[in-house]
T-cell receptor, first 113, second 113 residues
Framework: RKEVEQDPGPFNVPEGATVAFNCTYS??????FFWYRQDCRKEPKLLMS???SGNEDGRFTAQLNRASQYISLLIRDSKLSDSATYLC??????????????FGAGTRLAVHP | DVKVTQSSRYLVKRTGEKVFLECVQD?????MFWYRQDPGLGLRLIYF???????EKGDIPEGYSVSREKKERFSLILESASTNQTSMYLC????????????FGEGSWLTVV
């Protein structure tokens, strides 16, 4: 089983639609969680951190369910510029005091007019 | 503004050649990382460093080595390039501690023929 699993998509949605991505992780001791956005042939960039209480940033809402080891990202009122690959990222702590980010393979979103 | 610079964006090398990928960050970050990204596999950690002259193996270190002689510079070395090392290589950096955002360079596209 992969450590972080995502539906690869693609999700093809019209402008204005609401779309949700899910992600599951295998290590119940994982400490922190993030969504990154990656445009085609570009580097990943932090979209938002995911907090236990859930958090919102404009049209984007992230949720964490530790019991089910599940993270979600909701995008409301999709824009053409939201077209990208969304990476689910989990931060695992290791002995020795360092942390390790584990990336999902990404979910591709294509928003069309 | 945060800056992680990878000096070579596109390289074509022959099998057996020694390849150097250079990365420089200007944020005084303690941690630096090298990942490779392949379709369907997501980002996989090759090596990371949490201090000058310190290095730790990631998930896929075989065939690679690294060097960190100065805090701002982290080099990835392919001692003898092989075709299965054709990939996009991403350098990243962050402050120490798991909650800190990781910043990526623009990526180096390496083709080994």
């Amino acid at each position: 089983r992969k450590e972080v699993e995502q539906d690869p998509g693609p999700f093809n949605v019209p402008e204005g639609a609401t779309v949700a991505f899910n992600c599951t992780y295998s290590n119940s001791a994982s400490q922190s969680f993030f969504w990154y956005r990656q445009d085609c042939r570009k580097e990943p960039k932090l979209l938002m951190s995911v907090y236990s209480s859930g958090n919102e940033d404009g049209r984007f809402t992230a949720q964490l369910n530790r019991a089910s080891q599940y993270i979600s990202l909701l995008i409301r009122d999709s824009k053409l510029s939201d077209s990208a690959t969304y990476l689910c990222v989990v931060n695992d702590a290791f002995s020795g005091g360092y942390n390790k980010l584990i990336f999902g393979a990404g979910t591709r979103l294509a928003v069309h007019p | 503004d945060v800056k992680v610079t990878q000096s070579s964006r596109y390289l074509v090398k022959r099998t057996g050649e020694k390849v150097f990928l250079e990365c420089v960050q200007d944020m005084d970050h303690e941690n630096m990382f090298w990942y490779r990204q392949d379709p369907g596999l997501g980002l996989r950690l090759i090596y990371f460093s949490y201090d000058v002259k310190m290095k730790e193996k990631g998930d896929i270190p075989e065939g690679y080595s690294v060097s960190r002689e100065k805090k701002e510079r982290f080099s990835l070395i392919l001692e003898s390039a092989s075709t299965n090392q054709t990939s996009m290589y991403l350098c990243a950096s962050s402050f120490a501690g798991g909650e800190n955002t990781i910043y990526f360079g623009e990526g180096s596209w390496l083709t080994v023929v």
